[in-house]
């Protein structure tokens, strides 16, 4: 997605919606929420606005509309946030989309941020009831970015359940660099949204490839036919944002071979035309434009040749294909093959690159930390 400057961003009218209940009150929780949109209001300009609501038994306002050069009462406000209490969850949404719709910014960002370890249990809780409340003020130009927080009894799928219906984004925060990294190094991504559902589709040449295999994304397929479904709901690309897919193919020269299917009885399969017989595949993109209700997608498409995909790796690619790799250890995939930790570490260390946010740092730490966490590897890896 192209990346535009902060100084060039819409102006925004935002809604802190924060959970404050009992559950929140641990230091990895309400304190790291705190923190997170500390960073996030040094950001704000003065065209920007920004209300806080609060939840727990009751949902309530303690900042009305306040613009972004009055940063100190802003942050006032979020300093005197306690936890204690239930968890209104319903009724704060209500509260806070009420906000954002009364103060509307016909050409702004206008955004409900959610802050919660996703514990609902007091008022509208039904999943069903919360999605269609959000798809509605979806449909009204405001939308819905979730961050969730701690561990115990945290409820990731229905916060990126929440986050999907209302076109925005979920972000799941440990650590006080992570919120860095979403509010600060990638705010624009956070709160602009550029495309609205983005669907991609990939048709592999079976006269190049003989099989292959999309790595994770179980939870984002959709069928075939829903590529040119406009109605069918899919994702949203936040501006600077990158979405990288990572396939594991065998080519068809491959000596590999699969357990198939019985041929066709009624149908014959031809593989390709001669003159697209050294494409391996073709992607295909779909996306529309946030700002305009029941719009219409766009399509673009573009081939890639065999000869552009075995050219040598960039360190992005390879680094990406370490962490999926990593990912595969985790779970004990099938498909793992001969990795481990070691093998995994050393890769990523190869392809770090440039490294100024200290990301991939952590990343190396991680897979150390699930080596010995396996208690059948000591990771040790003098490779850099």
Do not use: C, W
């Amino acid at each position: 997605g192209k990346k535009i400057a902060t100084e060039n961003l819409p102006p925004n009218n935002l809604v802190f919606l924060i959970d404050v209940s009992g559950s929140m009150n641990s230091p990895e929780k309400l304190p790291l929420i705190k923190s997170a949109f500390h960073l996030l209001v040094e950001q704000l300009r003065p065209q920007d606005k920004v209300s806080i609501v609060v939840y727990a038994g009751n949902a309530g306002v303690v900042l009305e509309p306040t613009s972004g050069r009055e940063k100190e009462t802003i942050l006032a406000a979020i300093d005197r946030l306690q936890a204690g209490g239930s968890t209104a969850g319903g009724e704060g949404i209500n509260l806070a989309y009420k906000m954002a719709k009364d103060n509307l910014l016909k050409d702004g960002n206008n955004r409900v941020i959610l802050a919660t370890d996703g514990d609902f249990n007091v008022g509208v809780s039904n999943d069903g009831d919360l999605v269609r409340r959000i798809e509605e003020k979806r449909d009204e130009g405001i939308y819905l970015t979730t961050l969730g927080v701690g561990s115990d009894n945290f409820k990731d799928s229905k916060m990126q359940k929440l986050a999907d219906h209302g076109n925005g984004n979920y972000f799941y925060l440990d650590t006080i660099d992570e919120a860095r990294k979403v509010f600060v190094q990638q705010m624009g991504g956070t709160l602009l949204t550029i495309a609205k559902d983005v669907k991609i589709q990939v048709e592999f040449n079976p006269a190049q490839v003989k099989a292959y295999r999309l790595v994770g994304y179980e939870k984002r397929n959709l069928a075939k036919e829903d590529f040119n479904n406009d109605k069918k709901d899919a994702g949203e690309l936040g501006s600077g944002h990158t979405v990288t897919a990572l396939y594991e193919v065998v080519p068809a020269a491959s000596a590999e071979s699969f357990n198939g299917v019985d041929a066709l009885k009624y149908q014959t399969t031809t593989t390709t035309a001669p003159n697209v017989s050294d494409e391996m595949m073709t992607v295909k993109l779909r996306y529309k434009d946030p700002q305009v209700k029941d719009a219409k997608s766009k399509l673009l498409q573009q081939s890639v040749k065999s000869s552009q995909l075995f050219a040598p790796g960039t360190d992005n690619l390879r680094f990406a294909a370490a962490v999926a790799e990593f990912g595969m250890l985790l779970r004990n995939s099938e498909f793992k093959g001969i990795a481990s930790y070691l093998s995994t570490l050393s890769e990523a260390k190869l392809a770090t690159g440039k490294d100024e946010d200290g990301q991939h740092a952590e990343f190396f730490q991680l897979i150390e930390k699930a080596g010995l966490l396996d208690h059948t590897v000591t990771v040790k890896d003098n490779t850099h």
